[in-house]
């Protein structure tokens, strides 16, 4: 409950008749938490977001409550913090980097419909010094705290000293979870190569959550938000355990099944192609049903000479030899159909030789003839 060079927190002690309590715990273990939760403060709620904090009496609604200085709340000021089981009070003094303290004398803090102490916290760049008060929250103090009289529900957390002095009750300020409903359960499957969502994930009772990933992997382009949104192309198929955490710590968790492709009938086209020649120029586009992005490659034989594949799937160029291909076209899930593709020896065709016969010749005899070939 107290601290030296360290930090802890009320674990849940009574004080009784005119003790005073100091328990000092050293080790990096308790410093570092302390360190993360002082700072968490600030990352989770910004000082942007801050209302002005309040001294005077009244009812004050969850949000984020900042003061620049040190704040004083003196006799007869009540404050009654009314709200749901998951509403949140953050408290902050000493906000934009000043060094303000946190003083409280005969103040009585109150707790309003179903309203838990455990989500109300109080955030100081110095001291916190109650006096005769009846105090409420965990405080996460950036010098000492200290308390005299009154009672205090709530945890004391400090980066030197903690002195609480005839204050009783002294209350762990613990919340019982609730049991967290995460909609829609099951989550509908994912699978691989096929656009997912997106799909909103929500937690009842009604509040704010944290979405994490628990155990496994989004793959490809499939993402999680911290609000809970799920959206993308998976790559590989498995079973994501996501957590949904509210500010106290609660959580429930939901498993995300990512199956294999269901691979649909593909059928290119034209089929059969169009045989290609040794020698002869070629020029065919593939296409492939149900629409979609497929890549096209050879999946054996060779494209001899000029002849090409493009990954869109076009033919083209001359072969120089005969033989048969197979391609494959493939989408993004990994479904794929192959064709055979044939490249035919050239077909030679009738040549005939003009004039056929020649004219003889004769010996000694001068001769001059011409003869050409047809086809052209």
């Known amino acids: 409950m107290g601290t030296t060079g360290a930090s802890i927190s009320n674990t849940g002690c009574t004080i009784?008749?005119?003790?005073?309590?100091?328990?000092?715990?050293?080790?990096?273990?308790?410093?570092?938490?302390?360190?993360?939760?002082?700072?968490?403060?600030?990352?989770?709620?910004p000082d942007a977001a801050c209302l002005p904090m309040p001294t005077t009496s009244g009812t004050i609604l969850p949000g984020i409550y900042c003061s620049a200085a040190s704040t004083t709340l003196g006799a007869g000021v009540i404050f009654t913090l009314s709200g749901s089981a998951n509403d949140v009070w953050v408290f902050k003094v000493g906000a934009l980097g000043s060094s303000g303290a946190l003083t409280g004398t005969d103040f009585q803090m109150v707790m309003g419909g179903?309203?838990?102490?455990?989500?109300v916290y109080?955030?100081?760049?110095?001291?916190?010094?109650?006096?005769?008060?009846?105090?409420?929250?965990?405080?996460?103090?950036?010098?000492?705290?200290?308390?005299?009289?009154?009672?205090?529900?709530?945890?004391?957390?400090?980066?030197?000293?903690?002195?609480?002095?005839?204050?009783?009750?002294?209350?762990?300020?613990?919340?019982?979870?609730?049991?967290?409903?995460?909609?829609?359960?099951?989550?509908?499957?994912?699978?691989?190569?096929?656009?997912?969502?997106?799909?909103?994930?929500?937690a009842s009772p009604a509040g704010t959550y944290t979405y994490s990933v628990l155990s496994g992997t989004l793959s490809g382009t499939l993402t999680l938000s911290s609000t809970g949104l799920l959206s993308g192309t998976p790559t590989t198929a498995g079973s994501v355990v996501i957590r949904a955490t509210d500010p106290s710590g609660c959580f429930t968790d939901i498993t995300l099944t990512i199956v294999p492709a269901v691979c649909p009938t593909i059928t290119l086209s034209p089929n059969p192609l169009p045989n290609a020649t040794v020698g002869a120029a070629y020029n065919q586009q593939i296409t492939a049903s149900p629409a979609g992005t497929y890549i096209f490659s050879v999946l054996s034989g060779t494209l001899s000479g000029t002849l090409a594949l493009s990954p869109t799937g076009l033919l083209s160029g001359t072969p120089t030899t005969a033989g048969s291909v197979i391609i494959r076209a493939t989408d993004l899930?990994?479904?794929?159909?192959?064709?055979?593709?044939?490249?035919?020896?050239?077909?030679?065709?009738?040549?005939?030789?003009?004039?056929?016969?020649?004219?003889?010749?004769?010996?000694?005899?001068?001769?001059?003839?011409?003869?050409?070939?047809?086809?052209?």
């Open 16 to 45: 009784l008749g005119s003790t005073v309590v100091s328990l000092p715990l050293s080790g990096p273990g308790a410093v570092t938490d302390f360190r993360n939760a002082y700072g968490s403060v600030d990352v989770m709620n």
């Open 114 to 119: 179903a309203a838990q102490a455990c989500h």
């Open 333 to 376: 899930a990994g479904c794929f159909a192959d064709i055979v593709f044939l490249i035919r020896p050239a077909v030679c065709p009738t040549i005939t030789l003009t004039p056929n016969p020649l004219p003889n010749a004769t010996v000694g005899a001068a001769y001059n003839q011409q003869i050409t070939a047809s086809p052209a």
């Open 122 to 202: 109080w955030r100081t760049a110095a001291a916190a010094t109650m006096t005769r008060s009846i105090f409420i929250g965990t405080v996460l103090s950036g010098s000492a705290i200290s308390a005299t009289g009154g009672s205090f529900l709530g945890r004391a957390l400090a980066t030197t000293d903690v002195a609480l002095t005839n204050v009783a009750p002294l209350t762990f300020a613990g919340c019982a979870c609730p049991t967290i409903t995460l909609s829609p359960n099951p989550l509908p499957n994912a699978t691989v190569g096929l656009s997912y969502g997106p799909q909103q994930i929500t």
